[in-house]
């Protein structure tokens, strides 16, 4: 006989949680990709029937974008406000890196997405609230809200994509850029250093300059009065 909770081996699905599915769906994602989570594989995973699980998702769009809200509360789970407004735009944008590195595959097949999830709207609240300590007006804060976040998010969803690939296309994308430079140098003699310049760049360099810049702008912005 099943325990309590089960029914000829399988649990019953009253018991399941909308939790435990997301932790199952992160699992699967990892280990298979999205293109591996679906109500049927879920359902074999969490040992329920598949059916179960549309008591608490309609679909898996709606699945997946709860899987993917959960990069958002991770990252506002872990967020610590330093009391400086620039110091935490760049600690949200370094958590959202190391986070969505970790869930490169989701992330580089969800792309940018409006999750609606707790997650999603932690950080959208955070980064307003640290716009206005800027000493912007709601008008210029939602601007750079969305400045931000869009810049943010295509960093990380670029990056994403990129450490999702497998070794053999890496080789290849690397292949090509350096294709790309070579021929850039022979059509341009300015630019005859290129090639090895690009040799030696440094990405967290690049990403931490991305929102350098954007603070930058942030000042400007408060410091002119110029509405948006």
């Known amino acids: 006989m099943g325990s309590a909770g089960t029914t000829g081996g399988r649990r019953r699905g009253s018991t399941l949680t909308r939790e435990q599915i997301i932790e199952a769906a992160v699992e699967i994602s990892t280990s298979e990709g999205p293109a591996g989570v679906s109500f049927r594989s879920l359902g074999a995973r969490l040992g329920v029937v598949a059916t ?21 509360v991770e990252i506002t789970d872990r967020f610590t406000s330093s009391g400086d407004w620039a110091d935490d735009l760049h600690q949200i944008a370094l958590l959202g890196r190391e986070v969505g590195r970790r869930h490169a595959v989701t992330l580089a097949w969800l792309g940018y997405r409006n999750t609606g999830g707790p997650g999603d709207q932690g950080v959208a609240l955070a980064v307003l609230r640290l716009l206005l300590d800027a000493g912007l007006t709601q008008e210029q804060a939602l601007f750079h809200y969305e400045l931000y976040t869009d810049t943010v998010m295509g960093l990380l969803t670029v990056d994403a994509m990129r450490t999702s690939l497998d070794e053999d296309s ?16 022979r059509a341009e ?25 954007h603070v930058q702008a942030i000042r400007a912005t408060a410091a002119s009065g110029i509405e948006h």
């Open 52 to 72: 179960a699980l549309y008591r608490h998702f309609r679909d898996k769009d709606e699945l997946m974008l709860a899987l993917a809200d959960q990069i958002f």
């Open 170 to 185: 890496r080789r290849k994308d690397d292949a090509a850029l350096a294709s790309l430079y070579a021929n850039i140098a």
């Open 189 to 213: 003699p300015r630019a005859s250093r290129l090639p090895a310049l690009a040799i030696t760049s440094d990405e967290d360099a690049l990403f931490t300059a991305q929102i350098d810049l």
